[in-house]
């Protein structure tokens, strides 16, 4: 079955650049989408279809996908980013795949 | 407004059943494929069911196979997951989620908690 390997957590100061990488076997190849969960909420689609941002989502919030690795990139990291990020693909065999969720912390 | 709102889940015991439903608001749902997505408290995201806009097309993940079934009335606006044969490890929120061409997942519901528990 396909699987998608993202790190645990992942630490950034107010106003850096926080990189949040998702690594499968030619996941370049698929079309990788990203959610973003914060404490007691439902998850929210930041990026679709490797690197479009939804309607009112902050340009902060950017996404690419090439090779193994799928990567959301969000500059000048503010507070309220603070949250766990999912990675996720279709896959013809295994259907919707998740990463295992990563954990931003800004502080 | 564009919604999704589950209800259904609750306290049940191992081997038992319950059905969750989901009731869509705001647009068209047999434009859209429908999906359940669950996530074990503390953990991740997980995949479990999909139904097209037309209920042609169903499918599961290996976890729930042959345990849970996924239906759909277009008509009610409502999608429903029949869950049998509970198992400890179906403890979770049980999230509904749109999805859109099959490549993501732009609505979600706000989840319904099934604990399964003797």
């Known amino acids: 079955s396909y699987e998608l390997t993202q790190p645990p957590s992942l630490s950034v100061s107010p106003g850096q650049t926080a990189s949040i990488t998702c690594s499968g076997d030619k996941l370049g190849d698929k079309f990788a989408s990203w959610y973003q969960q914060k404490p007691g909420q439902s998850p929210v689609l930041v990026i679709y279809q490797d690197t479009q941002r939804p309607s009112g989502l902050p340009e902060r919030f950017s996404g690419s996908n090439s090779g193994n690795t799928a990567t959301l990139t969000i500059s000048g990291t503010q507070p309220m980013d603070e949250a766990d990020y999912y990675c996720?693909?279709?896959?013809?065999?295994?259907?919707?795949?998740f990463g295992g969720g990563t954990r931003l912390t800004v502080l | 407004e564009v919604q999704l709102l589950e209800s259904g889940g609750g306290l049940v015991q191992p081997g038992g059943s319950l059905r969750l439903s989901c009731t869509a608001s705001g647009f068209t749902p047999s434009d859209y494929g429908l999906n359940w997505v669950r996530q074990t408290p503390g953990k991740g995201l997980e995949w479990i069911s999909y139904?097209?806009?037309?209920?042609?097309?169903?499918d599961y993940a290996d976890s729930v196979k042959g345990r849970f079934t996924v239906s759909r009335d277009n008509a009610k606006n409502s999608l429903f997951l029949q869950m049998n044969s509970l198992r400890v490890d179906d403890t979770a929120v049980y999230y509904c989620?749109?999805?859109?061409?099959?490549?993501?997942?732009?609505?979600w519901g706000q989840g319904t908690l099934v604990t399964v528990s003797s």
């Open positions: 139904i097209s806009g037309s209920s042609s097309i169903v």
């Open positions: 989620a749109r999805d859109t061409d099959l490549t993501y997942f732009d609505l």
């Open positions: 996720q693909v279709w896959d013809s065999n295994t259907y919707v795949v």
